[in-house]
């Protein structure tokens, strides 16, 4: 029986554990469920996509500054943004298995309708499950068939709690945040008055957030632990349209022009009324085409005042949050336009985007084409044979270059096979050093995607080689 | 009647405030105790530190990789590693008002002895409360006096505890990592594997750990919230000795030449046997001179193979966890030698270390004398006035220069007190844009340490004057 072909995904994950970029936690204990540790390769790539974001967003824009909120903020934090309230799912239980389903799987199970019923047990709108509906009554549980057990549907936050102090009955509860910008908000004042800045201004931050999903999944595109880079955009009210145009073509342009995802594998969708979250009144997606279909991995929304308004309420603290404009006299609640962006689902987008197949030499290879600014190692350093000096030259290279750029070392094996081994990490570029080397400086340098070793620099030049190719996007 | 003169403690918090380098968590909702967030300052010179870290540790050792592992492990990690058993603090109740202690701060409190009793109440070695000491019964409570009100010693485990699943009956229990090292202990075959790495190797990480400590307190000395740094070197076992030694050698030269602390407040500690803990037969403490004392912002321990061990009897995967010798066909479980530094608190001793009051003109001044490399802002840049072409001429300066240095441009106020506000900051460097700048294209470039304005180099020199004073050290 043949093996059946392996999904893009599939191979994505293998080729992420084998090469060390991304492996389930603990997996000698069996893992969490969906919950990933990034490898040698993973964490280099993780990093550099974040340095690019913050150099694109901080260091580029005069009148954007970064902060680091902690990951436990004040309990009223969230009940003022209505988390607390309203960041939940519907749940129902088999009162005979105990088993759990989201109330949006089962509307989906049983839309096509009930054995023995007219019509699904639905609400008017095909959205919801009807408790009351005589169709309900005839529902099987899925997991073991019972029919009538499953209870209503009930809310249940998202959000993970634990507790300050040494026993929880005496201590105070506290959340994971489970997202980034609420930390942003409530300290923008303090950043506002430090950094002396005025509206237009942002406020960004890379960080960690937690969130209790009951549907994790698709290797790190839902994870119950991920990774936010955000930014929060303080504007006169009246002027948040333009800033959300404005940004939705910049973040657009970044994963595309600075990022190098192919074109066609991205586009910008704009919610409509009825799919806007509570706290938006315009919101644009950017999505990737993953094999599980166009997903988002960048929000940008416009938030209006209502974080702000909503924090003033809650902390008494009116007129903290207004911004005081001292040219004009003025005195407002500024509106917010975020750009919301989840780095590991960036991270597989790009890991998705790069991954290709094909011959050299007659021989199958899987070669990851991503952007020299983003892979993991930047050039690999190889003595042609292990013998005539070549390692110890080589080794000198690797030397010269090691402080500045991600170099690796290898002379074992054949050849051919280190190349290889680079092409399914992503090394761009491959330096060998070979017994021309030792009689005139130069090496070879062979390229990741067109395998042509066009030149052969001095190794005195290399420093200015990959200075040239990093920064020529 | 005179304030009181405010400890170097204080000046350092108020600065961290009024600056936007560090401030209290969620501040509009009356902070967490001790939890802090990071403003536009604090977080470039953090980023910076863990920067020159990993610059330091991982890229500059072929031998040493980086990882990224999730906050949550697997649960079964902690009761291995010993933390569910044995990270607790003994706390004891005041039965009458509900008032906790800790053991050890009502062993201080009691040595002197207690009224009425001929003994203290405590045990024969003098560290631990004796509940059964008859001197116990008319110990008082120190919040409201009640004698033969406090209880017995009772364990705390110090981790925080959450839920992975919807509801807390039915979900798994889980904790936040009190330390990061495990995750690399755990992933350490996979990762040993994928990066095809031989002992001696280091596995490195960059990130957060929590600790529901009891008594947190000195700013951000201790918080229940921090970042750790660390890198897990394994070793043959027998060449743990050595390791400890070159490590410990290496750690102290990092925070003394690459991170510019003065030598006379910085020490190097040896645990005595009675006072390691139960993982580590040898054990080395980088220390400061905080203005609370001497005291640990980095360990370098031999942890022998004491985690190694629990993890292979607890997860049955004893033959994973050992290294295979290829050539010398041995099997081992490595020893290990980590280095353990407290992000933040490292970045508390350069700040400590930096600041400085002098008086420039006859006017007091607050000065970092921060490390070029770790400054928050590597250069300011201003117009001398505000009119003639000069603020554009200086923001063309920082518009040539902002995309690979961290600078800042500031038109508002006079001269002085634009330097003043960057030597709070820790700007080494200053760039004023005059008059002459029309005619010759030359700038002044202020030094924030000797105040001295020696050259005027060209604006197209400006590249190369910030690289050379960053990688002068």
């Known amino acids: 029986m043949a093996a059946k072909p392996k999904s893009r995904m599939e191979l994505i994950a293998s080729l992420a554990k084998r090469r060390g970029f991304v492996m389930p936690t603990s997996e000698i204990y069996g893992g969490i469920g969906s919950s990933y540790d990034y490898g040698p390769l993973g964490i280099e790539m993780k990093r ?56 949006d799987d089962l509307v989906e199970r049983f839309a096509g309708g009930v054995k023995g019923a007219d019509e699904p047990p639905l609400s008017a709108d095909g959205k919801h499950i009807d408790p009351a509906h005589p169709a309900y009554a005839l529902a099987p549980c899925p ?10 549907p009930r809310s249940f936050n998202l959000m993970f709690r634990t507790w300050i102090g040494p026993v929880e009955e005496a201590g105070e509860q506290v959340y994971l945040r489970p997202e980034t910008a609420q930390g942003i908000y409530v300290d923008y004042p303090q950043v506002q008055t430090t950094a002396r800045l005025k509206p237009p201004f942002g406020i960004a931050q890379i960080g960690k957030a937690f969130r209790n999903e009951i549907t994790p999944g698709n290797f790190i595109f839902r994870t119950r632990e991920f990774e936010q880079m955000e930014m929060q955009y303080f504007v006169k009210p009246g002027e948040e349209i333009e800033a959300l145009h404005y940004w939705k073509d910049e973040r657009h342009a970044f994963w595309r022009d600075a990022c190098g995802i192919r074109d066609d594998n991205l586009r910008v969708y704009e919610h409509a009324p009825d ?42 603290k009116e007129r903290d949050l207004q911004y005081f404009d001292d040219q004009t006299r003025e005195r407002y609640l500024p509106y917010v336009v975020e750009t919301s962006a989840g780095l590991n689902r960036g991270l597989l987008a790009i890991l998705l985007d790069a991954y290709d197949e094909d011959e050299v030499e007659g021989n199958p290879r899987v070669v990851l084409r991503l952007d020299p600014k983003l ?27 090691h402080r500045e750029f991600d170099v690796f070392y290898d002379e074992s094996g054949n050849i051919g096979r280190r190349y290889r081994r680079q092409d399914e990490a992503g090394t761009p570029f491959c330096f060998t050093i070979d017994h021309r080397t030792l009689a005139d400086q130069t090496v070879t340098i062979r390229d990741r995607d067109t395998l042509e070793q066009p030149e052969r620099p001095k190794i005195d030049q290399l420093t200015n080689v990959l200075r040239d190719r990093l920064f020529a996007k």
Not at 48 to 76: C, F, Q, S
Not at 143 to 152: E, F, N, Q, R, V
Not at 282 to 299: L, M, T
Not at 379 to 401: N, S, W
């Open 48 to 103: 550099k996509l974040a340095d690019l974001w913050w150099r694109e967003m901080v260091r580029k824009h005069e009148n954007i500054v970064g902060v680091d909120t902690a990951i436990i903020y004040h309990p009223n934090t969230w009940v003022a943004s209505g988390h607390v309230e309203g960041f939940t799912d519907p749940l129902i239980d088999c009162r005979q298995c105990k088993a759990r389903f989201r109330e």
């Open 143 to 152: 997991h073991c068939g019972t029919k009538g057990s499953l209870t209503a």
């Open 275 to 316: 799919e806007l979250a509570h706290y938006a009144t315009n919101a644009f997606d950017i999505e990737y085409r993953f094999p599980f279909g166009w997903d988002e991995f960048e929000g940008i929304h416009n938030r209006t005042d209502y974080d702000l308004r909503r924090h003033a309420q809650h902390s008494g």
């Open 375 to 401: 892979a993991p190692i930047t050039a690999g350093i190889f003595p042609l044979i292990k013998k005539d000096g070549l390692p110890e030259l080589a080794r000198k290279v690797y030397q010269d270059l």
